[in-house]
């Protein structure tokens, strides 16, 4: 039966992602192996280190940019990640100079926000 062993996020710069992802988000550094001017570089949630890993991955196809600016226009996150706590999380991370970009706002059963990851991207948080 497959699974889903990693997803990506396309960045503009390996080393910003990183920062934003592991040291603001939380994630964990999995794999960071030098390749030419790149690096395959993973994250998995904390405390699950054999999880789905996130690959932070350089944004170069040609096709990356415009994709990526129309969704930024429209407002549509790249992905989304589940916290125990929205809104602590977003002031947590508006502490800590995110942009957020959608406070968090009531959706049914769920309650989302929106940050900018500074690396060409909208994140979606949820609880």
């Known amino acids: 039966m497959p699974k889903v062993s990693y997803c990506s996020v396309f960045v503009d710069d390996q080393d910003r992602a990183l920062q934003f992802y ?8 999995k794999h960071d192996v030098p390749l030419g001017e790149h690096r395959w570089l993973t994250l998995t949630a904390p405390g699950d280190p054999e999880g789905t890993q996130l690959l932070l991955e350089p944004a170069e196809h040609p096709a990356v940019k415009p994709f990526r ?8 996150p790249a992905t989304a990640f589940g916290v125990d706590d929205v809104t602590a999380e977003v002031e947590r991370l508006a502490g800590r100079g995110v942009t957020v970009v959608m406070p968090p706002t009531p959706t049914g059963p769920v309650t989302m926000a929106v940050v900018d990851d500074s690396c060409g991207n909208l994140i979606q948080l949820f609880s």
């Open 22 to 29: 592991r040291d603001l988000l939380g994630f964990e550094l």
């Open 69 to 76: 600016a129309a969704l930024v226009e429209d407002g549509i």
